[in-house]
């Protein structure tokens, strides 16, 4: 199945190089989780702090237990501050 997978800010960094932009288009098998590619791409759980499924913020609790499914957008933002 295949699912859309952007990073923003610094995570961009963990996508192959030869990518366009700060999204990917991943061909992934059924039942793969946010979590294994949260490790697939070496996030580091702690940079992995906004994460959206179409959309929908999915705590750091649900991760591990949360399929995708085809079609799927996942965005991953790291914590920002500002002033």
């Given at each position: 199945m295949?699912?859309?997978?952007?990073?923003?800010?610094?995570?961009?960094?963990h996508?192959?190089?030869?990518?366009?932009g700060?999204?990917?288009?991943?061909?992934v098998?059924?039942?793969?989780t946010?979590?294994?590619?949260?490790?697939?791409?070496n996030v580091p759980?702690r940079?992995?702090?906004?994460v959206?499924?179409?959309?929908?913020?999915?705590?750091?609790?649900?991760?591990?237990?949360?399929a995708?499914?085809?079609?799927d957008?996942?965005?991953?933002?790291?914590?920002i501050?500002g002033g």
């Open positions: 295949k699912i859309g997978f952007k990073l923003f800010a610094s995570l961009t960094d996508l192959p190089p030869d990518r366009k700060n999204r990917i288009e991943l061909e098998g059924e039942g793969t946010i979590a294994e590619l949260i490790t697939r791409f759980e940079s992995a702090h906004l959206l499924v179409n959309g929908h913020f999915v705590p750091a609790a649900q991760r591990a237990s949360r995708l499914a085809d079609g957008e996942l965005a991953i933002w790291p914590p501050a």
